[in-house]
């Protein structure tokens, strides 16, 4: 199959290009430029695919939580592509995705997103979920603290390993613990294809109209749920 991913939700953009079976990727550290950098290294991995856009059958998106920027414009531009060219939009929630670009990790591993200054997004999978495509939709919000407990919490029946990108504060936290942490180096546009591709096939393909970014907006400043 022909399909554009585009993955841009925190602390890294990237656009990739599946073009029957060969992947072709763009990486841009221009993050917070993701308005003026994201359409640009869509042209750039189209261009270096050789695919016309007119030959793509669907695009996947890192569909959040993550930045409410980010989102907003990984959303708004693979709207607009899909929009144009007639072709569905497959949203891919970015926690277990990133958490399945590990490989084959052994136990549990949590994925940990940035939410607000101080605050995560985390939820946890089984490594036998993430294998077979059996992702939860049970995101959690907190703060540091909260993050290390959960953590704590289910080390206590099985390995767990931690991920995500560049989590500076949780860090030297989790070094305290039994999880292992480890940064999302393999997570990128590339890692939304499986995904899409297993979302693609169900019978209820969600129309563009009716997909959102996945902000996760509620939250109670007091609390650690969500």
Not at 102 to 111: F, I, P, S, W
Not at 137 to 152: C, I, N, W, Y
């Amino acid at each position: 199959m022909n399909i554009l991913a585009i993955e841009c939700t925190h602390e890294a953009l990237s656009a990739a290009v599946m073009k029957a079976g060969i992947v072709t990727e763009a990486v841009s550290a221009d993050w917070k430029r993701a308005a003026e950098s994201l359409v640009p290294l869509v042209e750039q991995v189209m261009r270096e695919s050789c695919l016309n856009r007119q030959e793509l059958e669907y695009i996947a998106i890192s569909s959040g939580p993550g930045s409410f920027t980010a989102l907003r414009i990984g959303m708004s531009v693979a709207k607009g592509i899909a929009y144009g060219l007639g072709i569905p939009l497959i949203p891919v929630p970015t926690i277990p995705a990133m958490a399945a670009s590990l490989g084959a990790a052994e136990g549990t591993v949590m994925g940990v997103i940035p939410a607000r200054k101080g605050e995560y997004y985390y939820a946890a999978y089984r490594s036998e979920e993430l294998a077979y495509g059996l992702w939860h939709d049970e995101v959690h919000r907190g703060f540091a603290a909260d993050v290390v407990e959960a953590a704590a919490v289910l080390a206590r029946s099985r390995e767990i390993v931690v991920i995500g990108r560049r989590l500076i504060e949780l860090t030297p936290l989790l070094a305290g613990s039994s999880a292992v942490y480890r940064e999302a180096d393999l997570f990128s546009a590339r890692s939304l294809f499986s995904a899409a591709e297993r979302l693609f096939a169900a019978s209820d393909v969600a129309e563009l109209k009716g997909v959102t970014p996945d902000y996760r907006q509620m939250f109670s400043p007091n609390g650690g749920g969500g």
